[in-house]
């Protein structure tokens, strides 16, 4: 099994409302990622945990809030975003965060409205 | 900052080959990628080459690296339709702390 699920799929919230995405991964990576990627560019990294502990954070405004309660958990929690954070959320695992192989979910479609 | 650089447009006919390009300048460069994306789709990992390799071939798929001119490539045989999609190459090395750095993506585009 190498997949990593991403719910929802797809999400529309207003600039008010808190939500939280959700990545799962049974693999047994301890590295999990999340990514932005706008419409045809590469996706950015945002967070980076390694064992369950951040590692990583690269000057994501506080809006986002990453959380991992356990290996096999990623969530994000969304609160206050604007119109220009929509876009393709993408969770990722490894089996360490300097691994070889990095696998990602589909994504979950955010719209900011 | 360390940078990868790819075509932007890729098109070829059914049934030819197609060879992908990408430029990198990370000199600690370690592990080099190549990423499938379809429309609406999330990325899925094609392949990867160690950088003390000159080439790797799984099925269709052929990964040449020259590490003197810091150029990988990705050549598709007998290219589908299914075949159609963004590809990103992505490298990961020392001066980026092992994170990837990605290229901008190649649209590969099939004509019948």
């Known amino acids: 099994d190498t997949e990593v699920t991403q719910t929802p799929k797809h999400l529309v919230m207003g600039m008010t409302n808190k939500k939280s995405l959700k990545c799962e991964q049974h693999?047994?990576?301890?590295?999990m990622y999340w990514y932005k990627q706008k419409a045809k560019k590469p996706p950015e990294l945002m967070f980076v945990?390694?064992?369950?502990?951040?590692?990583i954070n690269e000057s994501v405004p506080s809006r986002f809030s990453p959380e991992c309660p356990n290996s096999s958990l990623l969530n994000l929690h969304l609160h206050a975003l604007q119109p220009e954070d929509s876009a393709l959320y993408l969770c990722?695992?490894?089996?360490?965060?300097?691994?070889?192989?990095?696998?990602f979910g589909q994504g979950t479609r955010l719209t900011v409205v | 900052g360390e940078d990868v650089e790819q075509s932007l447009f890729l098109s070829v006919r059914e049934g030819d080959s197609s060879v992908i390009n990408c430029t990198y300048t990370?000199?600690?460069?370690?592990?080099l990628y190549w990423y499938k994306q379809e429309p609406g789709a999330g990325l899925q990992l094609l392949t990867y080459?160690?950088?003390n390799m000159d080439m790797k071939q799984d099925q269709r798929l052929t990964v040449l690296l020259n590490k003197k001119d810091k150029h990988l490539s990705l050549r598709i045989a007998d290219t589908q339709t299914g075949d159609s999609a963004i590809y990103f190459c992505?490298?990961?090395?020392?001066?980026?702390?092992?994170?990837?750095?990605w290229g901008a993506g190649t649209k590969l585009i099939i004509k019948p």
């Open positions: 992505a490298e990961r090395g020392r001066d980026s702390n092992y994170q990837l750095i």
């Open positions: 990370d000199s600690s460069s370690t592990y």
């Open positions: 080459i160690f950088s």
């Open positions: 990722a695992s490894s089996q360490r965060d300097r691994n070889t192989e990095a696998f």
């Open positions: 693999m047994g990576h301890r590295a």
């Open positions: 945990y390694s064992y369950e502990k951040l590692s």
